[in-house]
């Protein structure tokens, strides 16, 4: 049995918690660019008191878990485990895993998935014995650019507008949903949480986003902010059913390319459904972008609320 406890997180926590997830990640994979700013900005929309918890040994921070309501239903619920490499096997990660499952399950889950990084197999195990099985796997792409990007040509019909978001806020959380609505497992979020998410924070910076429009319609779009996990960073690309298979998606990352060139970033990465329906893997790969890291999504059925 742990002799450690699950204890609500802080903002003070920042910088301990960066720690063990840095720690945590150069471990695995050699190095890392993760950094307080990214955390910081991942709780944004995040209840710190009743969705984050930290694992403390004495006055040190070694572990760290979250956990996030998907939807509006309740039903599917979503965390994330670190512990500090240093104390391996010390029962922190189950503490965490079990400990997230329970207050997911009070909130009347049915499902709980939990992300860990595809080369930690220590985790894998972890939850593999706790009745989880993976998913999908998701990757994180990057690209280093050499050269300015050509100049982005759109398909007829489609033109780029720059994004006000007093204006264009409410519509472009529309499109991007709708676009969304059909990758895997995904849950609509309300324009107060997309908006906490992309346009409080400090990295917000419209003259990187991209708002394709056809007439008076979104038809495609990027979210993109700059020094985010070590370069500039692709959160979102989408573009709506009607205007796909026209090679606008390309184009979209593209653009993005060209707006980080301009501002000085060299190294851009994005996160991706590694067996999306869409293409989109492909996409990115055919744009030279290579993957870097990995997680692996596992799942596992809850009863009844406790």
Same mark, same amino acid.
Request: aromatic residues 10%; charged residues 25%; proline residues 4%.
């Given at each position: 049995? *742990? ?23 150069? *471990? ?20 710190? /008191? ?7 040994? $004495?006055?040190?921070?070694? /572990? ?6 998907? /939807? ?26 079990? $400990? ?59 033109? @780029? @507008? ?52 056809? %007439? ?15 370069? /500039? ?15 606008? %998606?390309?184009?979209?990352? $593209?653009?993005?390319? %060209? ?43 809850? $009863?009844?609320?406790?």
């Amino acid at each position: 049995m *742990s002799s450690f406890g699950l204890d609500p997180a802080v903002a003070a926590d920042a910088a301990a918690v960066t720690e063990v997830v840095v720690a945590l990640e150069s *471990s695995l994979y050699g190095q890392t660019a993760f950094s307080r700013a990214d955390l910081e900005d991942e709780w944004l929309d995040l209840d710190l /008191g009743q969705n984050a918890r930290v694992v403390r040994d $004495g006055d040190r921070i070694v /572990g760290y878990g979250a956990l996030r309501e998907q /939807g509006e239903q309740g039903e599917l619920w979503r965390a994330e485990g670190y512990v500090h490499p240093d104390l391996l096997g010390r029962g922190i990660g189950k503490l965490i895993a079990t $400990g997230l499952e329970e207050d997911a399950a009070r909130r009347g889950a049915r499902r709980i998935q939990n992300g860990v990084f595809e080369a930690d197999s220590a985790a894998r195990r972890l939850l593999e014995s706790l009745s989880y099985g993976a998913v999908r796997v998701f990757r994180e792409l990057r690209i280093d650019l050499e050269a300015p990007p050509p100049e982005p040509e759109w398909p007829d019909g489609l033109r @780029v @507008v720059p994004f006000d978001p007093e204006r264009d806020a409410v519509e472009f959380h529309a499109a991007h949903q709708e676009a969304f609505a059909d990758h895997w497992d995904c849950t609509p979020r309300d324009v107060e949480s997309w908006s906490k998410s992309h346009l409080v924070s400090e990295r917000f910076d419209p003259t990187l986003w991209c708002v394709v429009r056809a %007439g008076d319609e979104i038809a495609a779009g990027t979210i993109c902010t700059g020094d985010t996990y070590g370069g /500039g960073w692709v959160h979102v690309l989408f573009t709506r059913r009607p205007w796909r298979k026209q090679g606008v %998606g390309a184009v979209l990352l $593209g653009d993005s390319f %060209g707006r980080f060139w301009e501002r000085g970033e060299r190294s851009v990465g994005l996160g991706v459904d590694a067996a999306s329906d869409t293409g989109a893997f492909r996409l990115y790969e055919r744009a030279g972008m290579a993957p870097v890291l990995g997680w692996v999504m596992y799942e596992k059925q809850l $009863g009844d609320a406790v």
